[in-house]
């Protein structure tokens, strides 16, 4: 279910780019299908008529940064679309417990061990800054922030 890559990124680059943006929305695309759209209001594409692997082309906020650079390494080794960074916070502590249509990769850049993920019924962690991990989303899963901190991750979709 949740497999430790040998990717591990740095976290605080990372951290630092995402926290320079303006935010209005916890789920921040890092592609798109048009190279400039960073959120939709649900995670449920099927709403825009809209396809995970339609989001290819990165963003303009990250491109010439070690943003893209970890997509494009990501994208090199594992096929991938639809990047992301996601944050849980004291606002929006869960999401539905749900099925995606393919695995997914995450990299934690802020967590703490009241961030888990529930697949399938079994609890799993990320505790790792950086390390990339590949998780199996297309088994029933959700993923939880049940601390005072905010939990953020860059994830991926594999095509």
């Given at each position: 279910?949740?497999?430790?890559?040998?990717?591990?990124?740095?976290?605080?680059?990372?951290?630092?780019?995402?926290?320079?943006?303006?935010?209005?929305?916890?789920?921040?695309?890092?592609?798109?299908?048009?190279g400039k759209?960073?959120?939709?209001?649900?995670?449920?594409?099927?709403?825009?008529?809209?396809?995970?692997?339609?989001f290819t082309?990165?963003?303009?906020?990250?491109?010439g940064t070690?943003?893209?650079?970890?997509?494009?390494?990501?994208?090199?080794?594992?096929?991938?679309?639809?990047?992301?960074?996601?944050?849980?916070?004291?606002?929006?502590?869960?999401?539905?417990?749900?099925?995606?249509?393919?695995?997914?990769?995450?990299?934690?850049?802020?967590?703490?061990?009241?961030?888990?993920?529930?697949?399938?019924?079994?609890?799993?962690?990320?505790?790792?800054?950086?390390?990339?991990?590949?998780?199996?989303?297309?088994?029933?899963?959700?993923?939880?922030?049940?601390?005072?901190?905010?939990?953020?991750?860059?994830?991926?979709?594999?095509?």
């Amino acid at each position: 279910m949740l497999t430790k890559l040998e990717q591990k990124f740095n976290y605080e680059e990372l951290l630092k780019i995402y926290n320079s943006m303006i935010r209005k929305h916890p789920q921040i695309h890092i592609s798109s299908p048009d190279g400039k759209t960073y959120w939709y209001e649900s995670g449920d594409l099927r709403k825009y008529e809209l396809n995970q692997n339609d989001f290819t082309k990165i963003n303009s906020f990250f491109k010439g940064t070690y943003v893209e650079k970890v997509y494009k390494e990501l994208d090199a080794c594992y096929n991938i679309c639809r990047g992301r960074f996601m944050e849980l916070n004291s606002d929006n502590r869960a999401y539905s417990y749900h099925y995606d249509m393919t695995q997914r990769i995450h990299i934690p850049l802020v967590t703490d061990e009241d961030c888990m993920f529930i697949v399938d019924d079994n609890v799993y962690k990320m505790p790792e800054p950086g390390q990339a991990y590949m998780l199996d989303t297309t088994k029933k899963h959700t993923a939880l922030n049940l601390g005072s901190n905010k939990r953020v991750h860059l994830v991926a979709c594999l095509k």
